[in-house]
């Protein structure tokens, strides 16, 4: 049974930084792309980063980039998002998911492609 597990979300104050870890059981997360998404209340799920598997290119949103870095460690089977200089815009649920379709990343998230969905860790930034 595959499972995907978000956790490292919290309360954290605007300019200060968080790492957030996709942890994956039943799965290899180094043999696909592999995409982190948020959501915020009343809004739609936003594509925000994205790590390729076949050469480990990446993928940011422009919301985020500059801010944040994805990142991997396949010997622990698990993807990182480290955010820094974080703004009260990124307050959401924070998921990561697969891309069975492809090894690595476009310029774009397109959410139909990912499955295997956590159950989202929550970022809260403020004062």
């Known amino acids: 049974q595959v499972q995907f597990v978000e956790s490292g979300g919290g309360l954290v104050r605007p300019g200060g930084s968080l790492r957030l870890s996709c942890a994956a059981s039943?799965?290899?997360?180094?043999?696909?792309?592999i995409g982190w998404f948020r959501q915020a209340p009343g809004k739609e799920r936003e594509g925000v980063s994205c790590?390729?598997?076949?050469?480990?290119?990446?993928y940011y949103a422009d919301s985020v980039k500059g801010r944040f870095t994805v990142s991997r460690d396949n010997a622990k089977n698990t993807v990182y998002l480290q955010m820094n200089s974080v703004e009260p815009e990124d307050t959401a649920v924070y998921y990561c998911?697969?891309?069975?379709?492809?090894?690595?990343?476009?310029?774009?998230?397109?959410?139909?492609?990912?499955?295997?969905w956590g159950q989202g860790t929550q970022v809260t930034v403020s004062s």
């Open positions: 998911a697969a891309n069975l379709l492809r090894r690595r990343c476009l310029n774009e998230l397109r959410g139909y492609e990912f499955v295997y």
């Open positions: 790590i390729s598997a076949s050469d480990g290119s990446t």
């Open positions: 039943g799965f290899f997360l180094d043999y696909y792309a």
